[in-house]
């Protein structure tokens, strides 16, 4: 049987102790291939070094989530700085980078 994962789990067939190697219900050649398959479709799916620095994936993904929720979007790019913010700022380009800038003291040229 191949596996299902990742689109599905799949539903291995435990042997008993009773059962023989050449057990026509749980035949043990078929169930070392159907393990085979389910761990090289994880490891397809995982990659090489999928937890990195971390102990566990659940660890890297628990990680990764709460910076991407702490994290401004605008501040995680390298050409925008954004200094004591306050309601009514624009950004506004000063030829090197995206700066936050107070809205009043804009000259109206019409290209907004």
């Known amino acids: 049987m191949p596996t299902q994962y990742p689109v599905g789990l799949d539903n291995f067939i435990n042997p008993t102790s009773s059962d023989t190697l050449n057990s026509?219900?749980?035949?043990?050649?078929?169930?070392?291939s159907n393990l085979n398959d389910a761990v090289e479709a994880i490891q397809t799916v995982l990659g090489i070094s999928p937890a990195g620095s971390?102990?566990?994936?659940?660890?890297?993904?628990?990680?990764a989530e709460t910076l991407i929720i702490n994290q401004s979007v605008l501040n995680g790019l390298t050409d925008v700085t954004?200094?004591?913010?306050?309601?009514?700022?624009?950004l506004?380009?000063?030829?090197?980078?995206?700066?936050?800038?107070?809205?009043?003291?804009?000259?109206?040229?019409?290209?907004?």
């Not at 506004?92 to 907004?112: C, K, P, T």
């Open 54 to 63: 971390h102990l566990t994936i659940k660890d890297r993904i628990i990680d």
């Open 24 to 32: 026509n219900t749980v035949p043990h050649a078929q169930q070392h």
């Open 82 to 90: 954004i200094n004591s913010v306050s309601t009514g700022q624009v």
């Open 92 to 112: 506004r380009y000063s030829g090197n980078a995206w700066i936050n800038y107070d809205e009043e003291n804009l000259v109206d040229g019409g290209n907004f």
